[in-house]
């Protein structure tokens, strides 16, 4: 199964154009419906997407979530979840996609999961768009649209803010639209609401950067907190993402760091104990073990 960990690998693989930022990218289904791949697969990528779907044709399955509701149909894509489809050209309507380079260095999404829990793998949930609703989620997806189409300076901000006041939207018609019994009924739902609760829990196991705890960087001190062995945690997560608990902290770990290293200006020190290190010269490590480069040396080639 093809897995893509970067948005312009999504791209090429689909066959449209390459995006204009690295971590986030908005579309209109009609622009890609010349060159777009019609029949794609089954495969997972690392990013958030949310789509408004106002007429198309053919299947597309998210997770598992095959039979979008008829009409104009919002729709949720997230990390590691298996996405397949097979189309006709006629699709119409938005999508915009965000990496998590993007919530981590960004002022306003420090909470996402908690704020939008439909953006977790076990409530991303379809749902259907009343006539009154459409074109006010498209107007929202327009003037995202337009800022990412003439970037200046000032864009990413405005672009950050925009994209807030989406998640807002589609948060009040989701809690509208869905049924809450069927929110609570997923695919393997014991098993997604563990990773689920999982992937909070190291979210927000670093808002508290006031307290050090380097229990926070091994998978027993999430197990704990979500009452499991950590064997069967360890197992759950790598059976949906394919990916250990310990890498999942890691990567974590690793967006935080550089996201600190290129958007502040603290120093070493501060950011190893902002991240939980007991010691500066062991975030080094850390940092050098993955990406080959001291982190002063990923600052200054950046």
Known sequence: MQHFKTISNYCKAINISSPKQPYFDIRSFEENMPTVVPNMQPFKHEFYAIAIKVEGSGKAITGHYSNFPEGATV???TPFQIISWDI???WEGYYLMFAKEFVTSSKHLQQLL?????LKIDKSIPFKVQPNEVSK???LYESIYNEQQNLKDDSLAIIEAQVLVLLNFVKRY???QVNKEEAETAFRKADVNLLSRFQTLIETSFYDNTLANKKTHSPSFYAEQLAVHPNHLNATV???TGHTAKNHIQ?????LAKSRLLQTDMSIKEIAYNLHFDAPNNFNSFFKKQTGLTPNSFRKNN
Do not use: G, V, Y
């Open 174 to 176: 989701f809690n509208t």
């Open 114 to 118: 908690e704020e939008f829990p439909f």
């Open 251 to 255: 990567n974590h770990i690793m967006r």
């Open 75 to 77: 729709f949720f894509n």
């Open 238 to 240: 790598k059976q949906i």
């Open 137 to 139: 989620l498209l107007s």
């Open 88 to 90: 006709l050209p006629d």
